[in-house]
Nanobody
Framework: QVQLMESGGGLVQPGGSLRLSCAAS????????MAWFRQVPGKEREFVAV????????IYSDSVKGRFTVSRDNAKKTTYLQMTSLKVEDTAVYYC????????????????????WGQGTQVTVSS
């Protein structure tokens, strides 16, 4: 079994920064793809960013490209999401998720490809 635990959420002013962490435990592999999704009430969970396990390739949604950076420390089994220039519309619950290494690149934005999820951490951007 795999457990994922997010941390680092909170309240920040527009233009500020936060770094989210996702600590993994259990049966994980360096080859796993690790992603971040977010969700606001009444809307579907949406893709934010992913880092591919086999080569570290990163993919971002258009809404966060250039502002967010996903990274991982395999020794610590931890994935990070550095968020800068935060906007009010970034307010959401942020979830980390793990998918198998075999998922093809074109499917890495698809929520259904991820088989393990954390409990989420709230990020609120407000003045």
């Amino acid at each position: 079994q795999v457990q994922l635990m997010e941390s680092g959420g909170g309240l920040v002013q527009p233009g500020g920064s936060l770094r989210l962490s996702c600590a993994a435990s259990g049966r994980t592999s360096r080859s796993d793809n690790m992603a971040w999704f977010r969700q606001v009430p009444g809307k579907e969970r949406e893709f934010v960013a992913v880092i591919r396990g086999r080569d570290g390739t990163t993919i971002y949604s258009d809404s966060v490209k250039g502002r967010f950076t996903v990274s991982r420390d395999n020794a610590k089994k931890t994935t990070y999401l550095q968020m800068t220039s935060l906007k009010v519309e970034d307010t959401a619950v942020y979830y980390c998720a793990k998918s198998r290494a075999a998922v093809i690149t074109s499917q890495l934005r698809v929520r259904e490809e991820y088989d393990n999820w954390g409990q989420g951490t709230q990020v609120t951007v407000s003045s």
